[in-house]
Structures are given as structure tokens and as C-alpha cells.
């Protein structure tokens, strides 16, 4: 487990890369916000406002400006294209969480108002933290297969934002519960389940609060295949309660693995997020950890 270190000397190069589309809505203040903190911190500062997943322009804008740190402000998503850029560089990821839920920002402890997460970009510390690779993607945070994953569709497609929102179609979602029976290969080992869902952890808990994973640690080069075991509807209330008050792991419900390496294969297809972001209906899913692959700043 490596420790955060103590930045040893002021930023003074700084990219902004900014998702104008995260959240509620485009904040148009937000450019101007930062042009001022920039001012009167001394920084040399370039903005990039993302309008899509322009991973080769961000690239650019790094190769040509250097700077001495990269800034994201938008939700998981934007986080998780950054942590796909920035993997295994020695150039570290601040955040100013912008988004709907914020789970990264949240894991890492970094506050929701602008000018905090900026203290925090100006004089926090360097952690490295891992990241998981699955079917080729990146993952900073939490992925899913099966119920919740269907859920985040749902939500997706929704132009309503909120935990409101979100709760809206979990309980529509649990009248369709899908079973699935998961073949696992994890460090060696072949196991069998069944289950109406399993989340792939790097992370401990979703940005609504609630604690999927208790044993979650981002440094600690393993993560955790999460299983909701199938369950009677009258119980879904118990398993939200329990992962609210970080009691998951106390559920007849849940098993708890962590691996180093895993390939699951389900029975039959089912949706596949990663961070927030809706990848198809899989089959098969392979992940593995990469230990201290990205360096973020925190408080």
C-alpha cells in the first residue's frame, strides 16, 4: 500500500479539462471561476472543454502544454476518460467533481464546492492509486454486471438526474429480477454462482453513499467481485439499508471475493457499466488490477 506524499512544490502549469455537458446542466461560470483562483494562485493555465471523448485532442493539448498537473471537472465519466489518458504517467489527476453522483471525487474524500476542490488541486498531496482493466477498458471506480448495471441504463436514458431518480427505476427493476449463473477463474481458482447482479470493485461505495464493497481499497492492487445472491423482492429494502449503514457484508444475500485477476462468464448475455457508462450486453468479462497505475491529488 503506498502512502500520499506531500507535493513538494506549487503547481504553476495547470490543464483544465472541463465536460460542460456533466451534472445538470452546463455551468458557464465555471471557465471563469477558474480564471480567477488561476490569477491569484500565479498558475499558467489552458482550458479544454469536452465534447466528446476526444482522448487524441487531450493528448495533444498535454503533449504541447506540459503542464504539471491535469484538472478534470465533470462526473465518473470524465474521471474515467482521464484515468484512460493519464494511466502509468507521472502526471497526476485533480478533480472537481461536476457530476450527478460524484462517486470517485466522493471515495477520495474531495469536497463538492468548487473553490475547496481547487485548495485541494493547489495544495493537496499525491497518492497513486490502482485501476482495473476490463474487456480493455479502464475502470477507476466501480463496474457492473446484471441488476444495477441495468439500472444505470435506465438511468442513463432518463432526463431526470438524482438519487430519486435512480431509486425510481431500482424498484422498477426488481420486479424483472434476472438470475444469472457466473463461472469464475480468479487467481487460479474456478468457482460457480449464481446471482441477480455482481460489481466489479476497485472502490468501497456508489456516489449515492451507499457501501457496495466494505473491504474496498484503491491501493492495495486487488479489487472485489461483489455477488448479489438472488433474493426475495420483499428483501431489496434490507440489502439498501444494510449498504447504506456499510453493513452489506452481513447479508445472507452477499458474497465478497477479492482477486488480484478474474474472467467471469455468465449463462446468458447481460449489461455491462463501467463508471456510469453503459458498455452493451456481455458474456464474458475479463479484469484485472493495475497497481498504483494513476496518481491522483487529494486533500
Same mark, same amino acid.
Given at each position: ?5 506531500? !507535493? ?14 456533466? &451534472? ?9 471561476? @477558474?480564471? &480567477? ?26 503533449? /504541447? ?20 489518458? *493519464? ?26 464546492? @468548487? ?15 490502482? *485501476? ?9 471506480? !466501480? ?20 438519487? *430519486? ?52 481499497? !484503491? ?14 423482492? @420483499? ?9 447504506? =449503514? ?25 449489461? /455491462?457499466?463501467?463508471?456510469?457508462? =453503459? ?21
Amino acid at each position: 500500500m503506498q502512502k500520499a506524499v506531500e !507535493l513538494t512544490e506549487k503547481h504553476s502549469k495547470i490543464l483544465f479539462i472541463i465536460n460542460p455537458r456533466s &451534472g445538470r446542466g452546463p455551468d458557464k461560470a465555471l471557465p471563469i471561476h @477558474i480564471a &480567477g483562483y488561476a490569477k491569484k494562485s500565479h498558475w499558467d493555465i489552458r482550458i479544454y472543454l469536452l465534447q466528446g471523448n476526444y482522448e487524441a485532442e487531450i493528448k495533444s493539448e498535454i503533449q /504541447l502544454f506540459s503542464p504539471d498537473i491535469v484538472v478534470a471537472a465533470g462526473g465518473d465519466g470524465t474521471i474515467n476518460l482521464m484515468a484512460e489518458i *493519464l494511466n502509468g504517467s507521472s502526471i497526476p489527476l485533480g478533480i472537481i467533481p461536476t457530476g450527478s453522483a460524484n462517486g470517485m471525487a466522493k471515495e477520495l474524500n474531495i469536497p463538492s464546492k @468548487i473553490e475547496s476542490a481547487l485548495e485541494v488541486c493547489s495544495n493537496g498531496k499525491t497518492k497513486a492509486i490502482d *485501476l482495473m482493466r476490463i474487456n480493455g477498458k479502464i475502470c477507476i471506480h !466501480l463496474a457492473d454486471v446484471g441488476l444495477n448495471a441495468r439500472v444505470v441504463k435506465r438511468f442513463e436514458e432518463d432526463t431526470k438526474r438524482g438519487l *430519486l431518480t435512480y431509486a425510481r427505476h431500482l424498484f422498477g427493476e426488481v420486479f424483472l429480477l434476472k438470475v444469472y449463473t457466473f463461472r469464475i477463474w480468479m487467481d487460479g481458482i474456478k468457482i460457480k454462482r449464481k446471482g441477480v447482479s455482481m460489481t466489479f470493485a476497485n472502490a468501497s461505495k456508489y456516489g449515492t453513499g451507499a457501501v457496495i464493497n466494505p473491504e474496498g481499497k !484503491l491501493d492495495d492492487g486487488k479489487f472485489e467481485l461483489v455477488i448479489i445472491k438472488p433474493f426475495p423482492g @420483499i428483501k431489496l429494502l434490507s440489502i439498501a439499508w444494510k449498504m447504506f =449503514v456499510n453493513q452489506l457484508h452481513t447479508s445472507d444475500y452477499v458474497e465478497i471475493i477479492s482477486c488480484h485477476s478474474a474472467k467471469v462468464f455468465s449463462n446468458k448475455k447481460t449489461t /455491462l457499466q463501467i463508471d456510469g457508462e =453503459v458498455f452493451g450486453k456481455v458474456k464474458e468479462i475479463s479484469i484485472e488490477s493495475l497497481p498504483g497505475a494513476l496518481k491522483v491529488i487529494v486533500p
